[in-house]
T-cell receptor
């Protein structure tokens, strides 16, 4: 069973507020990811990290920022939430490739459904 | 660049019928391939994966998938669908060219009729 946790599961917040979505994993994975998913839509990569002090922007432009100070923790922050940020945010992690037989698969948290009003 | 196409947005089947969900990828070499399932309001759960070797892979919940290099496909199958299989299914690809970061298809919504 994968151990990756996201909090909160649901968040309703007013426009202009600063929010941080938490993501933690206990698997010791170096790679971590944030995907954004609108209802019934595909997942879009917005941020990823190869390890501590590594952060990169993904394919989908996002006003959010991330940090990776510890291996197990990869929080996402929105400095000023807007209604256009309303979406589901999925955090995932993956381990090291092992002779081509594993490691590339991503394990997902339960997601945070964010609504900005 | 790697990409994944799931041509069917919705698939409707009767309970007990067989199922095949289509997935095509675009990449020059053999990629790592995955199928995930997502229930409403939940994260994604890995059903199965293909890295190398036997092109027919078995997964959880009675699912299997077959990698066909000539067709650049990785279709998901199940011989007899249960009502609890109703969910969203995502195909994903990870490649060396993409730093093994998974790219997902847009998903196929499976509807199961009793």
């Amino acid at each position: 069973e994968a151990d990756i946790y996201q909090t909160p599961r649901y968040l309703v917040i007013g426009t202009g507020k600063k929010i941080t979505l938490e993501c933690s994993q206990t698997m010791g994975h170096d790679k971590m990811y944030w995907y954004q998913q609108d209802p019934g839509m595909e997942l879009h990569l917005i941020h990823y990290s190869y390890g501590v002090n590594s952060t990169e922007k993904g394919d989908l432009s996002s006003e959010s920022t991330v940090s990776r100070i510890r291996t197990e923790h990869f929080p996402l922050t929105l400095e000023s939430a807007r209604p256009s940020h309303t979406s589901q945010y999925l955090c995932a992690s993956s381990g090291e490739l092992g002779g081509g037989q594993g490691g590339a698969e991503a394990f997902f948290g339960q997601g945070t459904r964010l609504t900005v009003v | 660049a790697q990409s994944v196409t799931q041509p069917d947005i919705h698939i409707t089947v009767s309970e007990g019928a067989s199922l095949e969900l289509r997935c095509n990828y675009s990449y020059g070499a053999t990629p790592y391939l995955f199928w995930y399932v997502q229930s409403p309001g939940q994260g994604l759960q890995l059903l199965l994966k293909y890295f190398s070797g036997d092109t027919l892979v078995q997964g959880i919940k009675g699912f299997e998938a077959e990698f066909k290099r000539s067709q650049s496909s990785f279709n998901l199958r199940k011989p007899s669908v249960h009502w609890s299989d109703a969910a969203e299914y995502f195909c994903a690809v990870a490649t060396s060219g993409g730093s093994y970061i998974p790219t997902f298809g847009r998903g196929t919504s499976l509807i199961v009729h009793p």
